[in-house]
């Protein structure tokens, strides 16, 4: 992928993209497995699907799938559209052309978080319980010492790692071997989790604004602190050596290659942001990363050279999420006011 | 990043009180009354609510210790994430109610509005409304902790079922909910009848309202109180008040007393500062901002209020005192 930041071009005019006007705040966004359509998860229930090339004309809007607020979606790892997660305690499968089926239902239940793996699997959080959905089955973990506030597989699918009050607990989902779940203790409520993309570290975000982060294997961890408010959001890059953390008003990336990031600082850069970062997201091959402001505005970054580029300014609608399309192309960006922005780096 | 205190924040009812005592009854009240207004009911388990317009949200009371190794920080881990999620919502709320178990202490739902900086951008603590059973008070004192707790918070209290006890018995709860908490509004309901507009949007939690309500005196007759019973006490000042001499003594009474106060609040004479300083916390959270001007002529004093347990009131005065110019 060729994006060159110093290129004057990208001060200049922005690239290729296409923004529709909704009325809901956006929880969540997607792009589906093979990255022709994306998905916008809205706050009066709606899914709106959008062809992924931004010139393609946008279809009418759609019509409320969930009863309340679409939490969560992600692309369907063993199909071509998604799926989502509400207020209303369902999981949907939405087909590509829209048509949704019922995966799951708890009543009175939030499906708050979702993530796919490559492998077809799907876990979803509601409450204390941790849903693994794969091959047409529904398997319950839990319950947890709280709600769950994220969770993420492993590199290889195998296993499932939830954060809650007092730490994160490590599943393994094979059927053939049940093996008790592992805990990982500390103090405090986590509320966000990533697994890196190696699969050696597990990295949470807590309630007293701190990132707490687990070697797997030793089960030692590290804590890291100096943050003005909690960290929502955390991204590893695709080689794992870098975890992008949210909230601070310029790009933060602690470094995990080789020692890891025992007496490190961060490495930080890019414009210093109007207000704090609130959603990041690592690209999903190169050395890119995206970052979403409280403000409204978006930043490109490139973590070697250290430069970035606004990619839009702020304009008072905090960024609520970002994603990535497979192929790394594109970038999908939904604000608390009901903007979807859909981007083509491809200039 | 400092939160705007905007209009936009939708105010926050905390109903609390023991099981039986008509919160339920209350809020159905609420909810069906012609209002035209929205709210979201966070509620422990589905009652029986009689809601067409409004959204009701299950919630398992999660109450979590903050890190900091104190026993009295905490907050519910549950309603920053539910209100988190009501703002994902489309349509708006003109306000939020969360019912409390009968056994909840107050003190983690308060605190959760004094240190959560996103639930603090987007709602505010309006009042803690207790109701309170007249014929079973004083045996459900006896039970616990509990239901002295949630006197002790209240802002508005709902001394309900008056018609089961005689007018000699209702006498004596209310005389001992006024040795507990002398700061509230107590109002006399029978089957939680009440004009909403006693209960909604009293802003007891605004600093610029501070001690607007001034205790009815001639109703606090309970003064043979016991070492560690909790009460309701205010001490005053009219020479100005050194404010790096209060913050430490403020700052250290909290540490070692934290636990013990419930409630605090105050409005300060600052030497050579032309407005009042107002304040006021839960156990040991504080919130603290200038208030209104003081008028040219105007007697600046001082006047702070705790509610709490095992409260020695000549101490505190003398240490306040230390505090004057
Ligand atoms: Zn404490």
């Known amino acids: 992928m060729k994006i060159d930041l110093a290129n004057p071009a990208w001060q200049q005019t922005l690239p290729p993209a296409r923004s529709l006007a909704t009325d809901a705040p956006v929880a969540a966004c997607a792009f589906n497995r093979d990255g022709t359509t994306v998905a916008f998860a809205l706050g009066d229930g709606c899914i709106r699907l959008l062809p992924a090339d931004v010139k393609a004309a946008a279809p009418d809007a759609a019509v409320p799938l969930h009863k309340g607020v679409v939490l969560s979606i992600v692309g369907d790892p063993a199909g071509d559209g998604f799926v989502s997660g509400g207020d209303d305690g369902r999981v949907l499968r939405i087909a590509a052309d829209g048509t949704a089926t019922e995966l799951l239902a708890q009543k009175g239940k939030w499906f708050e978080h979702l993530v796919a793996h490559k492998t077809g699997a799907v876990a979803a959080s509601a409450g204390k319980s941790m849903f693994l959905l794969r091959d047409g089955e529904v398997r319950e973990f839990g319950p947890h010492p709280s709600t769950v506030a994220g969770l993420d597989f492993s590199k290889d699918g195998s296993r499932v790692a939830c954060a809650h009050y007092g730490g994160i607990t490590v599943w393994s989902l094979s059927k053939d071997v049940t093996l008790p779940p592992r805990r990982f203790a500390w103090q405090g409520s986590h509320v966000a989790l990533r697994w890196s993309t190696d699969g050696k570290f597990i990295a949470t975000g807590t309630q007293e604004n701190d990132i707490h982060v687990w070697r797997v294997a030793q089960a030692t961890d590290m804590r890291m602190q100096g943050y003005p408010a909690k960290v929502k959001s955390l991204s590893w890059t695709a080689d794992a050596r870098y975890l992008y953390t949210s909230s601070q008003p310029v790009f933060t990336a602690w470094p995990f290659a080789g020692k890891g990031p025992e007496g490190k600082p961060p490495l930080q850069f890019g414009d210093e942001g109007a207000g704090l970062m609130t959603v990041v997201a690592a690209h999903p091959s190169a050395e890119f990363v995206a970052g979403g402001y409280d403000s409204g505005e978006l930043q490109l970054g490139d973590i070697r050279t250290r430069r970035s580029v606004v990619l839009k300014m702020a304009d008072g609608a905090a960024i609520t999420c970002l994603a990535w399309s497979p192929d790394g192309f594109k970038l999908a960006v939904g604000n608390d006011r009901g903007d979807l922005l859909t981007i083509d780096l491809r200039r | ?325």
């Not at chain 2, 308060?110 to 059973?133: G, H, N, P, S, Y």
């Open chain 2, 1 to 325: 990043m400092a939160t705007p205190q905007t209009s936009a924040q939708v105010p926050v009812t905390v109903l609390t009180g023991y099981l039986g005592a008509g919160k339920t009854t209350l809020l159905n009240r609420i909810l069906s009354e012609q209002h035209g207004k929205k709210y979201a009911v966070i509620v422990n388990e589905f009652g029986e609510l009689g809601v067409d317009n409004d959204l009701v949200v299950n919630a398992d009371e999660e109450v979590f210790e903050m890190n900091n190794g104190c026993i009295c920080c905490t907050v519910r881990g549950d309603l920053i994430r539910i209100i988190e999620g009501l703002m994902k919502r489309k349509d708006k709320f003109d306000g939020i109610l969360v019912e409390t178990t009968g056994l909840a202490d107050p003190g983690p739902v308060a605190q959760t509005f004094f240190t959560d900086e996103d639930v603090k951008a987007r709602t505010r603590l309006d009042a803690i409304v207790t109701v309170i059973d007249a014929k079973h008070f004083f045996g459900q004192l006896e039970q616990g902790a509990e239901a002295e707790q949630q006197v002790a918070f209240a802002d508005v209290i709902l001394l309900n079922k008056t018609d089961l006890v005689s007018a000699d018995e209702l006498a004596k709860v209310e005389d001992r909910i006024r040795g507990i908490n002398r700061y509230a509004r107590i109002f006399h309901t029978q089957n939680s009848q009440i004009a909403l507009d006693a209960i909604l949007d009293k802003g007891a939690f605004d600093l610029g309202r501070i001690l607007e309500f001034e205790p009815d005196f001639l109703h606090s007759g309970h003064d043979h109180h016991h070492e560690d019973e909790v009460r309701s006490l205010s001490i005053t000042a009219d020479r100005p008040v050194d404010p790096d001499k209060f913050q430490k003594w403020m700052g250290a009474l909290l540490q070692i007393k934290g636990g013990d106060i419930f409630r605090s609040k105050g409005i300060l004479a600052i030497d050579g500062a032309p407005r009042r300083y107002v304040y006021q916390g839960v156990h040991m959270m504080m919130d603290s901002d200038w208030g209104t001007p003081w008028k040219d002529g105007e007697k600046r004093s001082s006047k702070l209020v705790f509610i709490g347990r095992s409260l020695d009131g000549d101490n505190l005065q003398r240490g306040f005192d230390d505090c004057l110019k």
